[in-house]
């Protein structure tokens, strides 16, 4: 088998593995019962892997879909009908968002927030897998995990953590030449479920799984419930895309690669419309299952599709042998990936990196283990943004001087001129607009004024307002105005008709502008 094809094999299959109780666990906290869970994480895992735009990353059902499509359950009483007719509408808002180009935004999200919910998620994983390590239930949050630690202790299985502590040696210690041919995680998977069941340790596992294929389910909505399914739909869609696209990013941060934004939200967009036609849970990429493909050798598509197909074969009758599967040898694995998502590129340069940049980090860090992934990252984009234009307002200059009469005069030597210049130099944005009307007074006085916008590379609306709000003012006080602006921006505002910035006083030329200044002082002596 060759290598790739093999890795691809063996990151499928472990994945799957750790797939099955958590498609389990989220068709169950759904409503819809465990086999909309597998039916979710076999439909959506197969058409993302074929026609997504991320090769390595495993699909299915995740946390924040689940909670949504509880609630639409909820909000439509039940009817299945109708809650897969809000996953089918999520399915078509996504595939409109990757045919309108809008995945590319994902690109522009800074490496310090990427850094911060890379490490989350690692201590995430690592915090709710504790529980079943030691032989207790899993807990529903990273917090509960902390608060909950006296009861799980009470819970304490010494066999579950025998197989968990084990489980960890063989995937930290396990040779690399072992691992190339036989991923880690599934040499434990293998050695410690055979050690469980030929000992007969009583720890917690699987469990009972689904048998049987889906039947086929069609969705449908009344006058009276459209607008909640479209509300709805629009919400899964949006959460389905923002989540995929996060968990591209980490396997691009993994594997070196560059994910296709758009053709991913395409993939997963058709994947949640045909789950809706099965009943299947929606889903988007998972991050715990992609990072465990990825680390048990998958790098492409066929990793995905082994994935679905493991899960199938399950449903068709080989599901007494991952029934037996020990969750402490699951929580052994998934506490090893846990620890290799985290950034420890960024972790060792906490001390030596801009001081914003790490506190974006920290700040989307907390957010990703207290609150959730996706307000995590809403937030670090804010403030990126917000330091972004703090360090951006701090660099524009604003200054003002006075013209000398004679050519190659000082200022100094000649302030009676009648001239006074304004310098801006930088960015003129709603950030440091304000910097341009706290110089009003320092032209009081004068005859003629010259805005010097030549080395301004772009001018918004706030600034264009605060530049007609400082010449409105000089003109009531009899003061001739004259702005010079690059092309672009003479073009710009000569299309916005303002009235304050009427072609006349506008130029592109400083030295001919100033000249005319001088002209226009001589005229009105």
């Not at 917090?143 to 009470?154: H, N, Q, T």
């Not at 050690?195 to 009972?208: E, K, Q, T």
């Not at 917000?386 to 013209?403: P, Y």
Request: glycine letters at 12%.
């Amino acid at each position: 088998m060759p290598g790739r094809l093999r890795g691809d094999f063996f990151g499928g299959l472990t994945a799957g593995i750790v797939a099955l109780p958590l498609a389990l666990a989220f068709g169950v906290a759904s409503g819809a019962g465990a086999a909309a869970g597998l039916y979710g994480a076999i439909v959506l895992g197969f058409i993302a892997a074929v026609l997504g735009g991320t090769r390595m990353q495993i699909s299915g059902p995740t946390g924040p879909m689940t909670v949504v499509f509880a609630s639409v359950l909820a909000v439509v009483g039940g009817d299945l009908g109708v809650a897969m007719a809000a996953v089918l509408v999520g399915g078509l808002v996504q595939i409109g968002l990757g045919v309108l180009r809008a995945g590319g935004l994902v690109r522009f999200i800074p490496y310090p927030v990427v850094s911060g919910f890379m490490s989350g998620i690692g201590v995430i994983i690592i915090l709710l897998q504790s529980a079943p390590l030691l032989g207790a239930p899993p807990l529903s949050s990273p917090l509960a995990a902390v608060l909950g630690m006296a009861g799980v202790l009470a819970q304490f299985n010494g066999q579950a953590l025998l197989l968990g502590f084990l489980t960890l040696v063989i995937v930290f210690r396990t040779p690399m030449a072992i691992s190339r041919v036989v991923p880690a995680p599934l040499v434990a998977l293998l050695a410690m479920t055979g050690l469980a069941a030929g000992a007969g340790f009583a720890a917690p596992v699987i469990g009972d799984i689904p048998r049987g294929l889906p039947a086929l389910v069609l969705p449908a909505f009344t006058l009276e419930t459209w607008t909640t399914v479209l509300l709805l739909g629009i919400t899964l869609g949006l959460l389905g895309s923002i989540d995929s696209l996060l968990t591209s990013l980490v396997a691009d941060s993994i594997t070196g690669t560059r994910h296709h934004s758009n053709r991913e939200l395409v993939g997963q967009g058709i994947g949640n419309m045909l789950c809706a036609f099965v009943g299947g849970l929606p889903g988007a990429g998972a991050t715990m299952r992609t990072v465990v493909n990825i680390k048990s050798g998958g790098r492409g598509r066929m990793s995905g599709v082994v994935h679905s197909l493991f899960l199938v074969a399950l449903l068709l009758g080989l599901g007494p042998l991952a029934e037996r599967i020990p969750l402490a040898v699951l929580a052994g694995i998934l506490i090893k990936v846990g620890v290799d998502i985290l950034d420890y590129r960024m972790l060792r340069l906490v001390r030596t990196a801009p001081r914003a940049d790490v506190a974006v980090m920290t700040a989307v860090f907390v957010l990703t283990v207290l609150v959730d992934l996706i307000v995590a990252v809403g937030a670090g984009v804010v403030l990126s943004m917000m330091l972004i234009i703090h360090q951006l307002a701090r660099q524009s200059r604003f200054r003002v001087r006075a013209l000398p009469r004679a050519a190659g005069a000082s200022a100094a030597a000649d302030l009676e001129s009648g001239i006074r210049v304004i310098e801006i130099d930088g960015a003129f944005f709603f950030g440091s607009a304000s910097q341009l009307l706290d110089r009003v007074d320092q032209v009081i006085g004068t005859r003629v004024a010259v805005f010097d916008c030549s080395r301004v590379p772009f001018m918004d609306l706030s600034a264009q307002f605060a530049l007609e709000e400082m010449i409105e003012r000089l003109n009531a006080l009899s003061i001739v105005v004259r702005v010079v602006v690059p092309p672009a921006i003479h073009a710009q505002l000569l299309s916005l008709r303002a009235p304050q910035l009427p072609v006349e006083i506008l130029r592109e030329d400083l030295g001919t502008t100033l000249a005319e200044a001088r002209k226009l002082v001589e005229l009105s002596v």
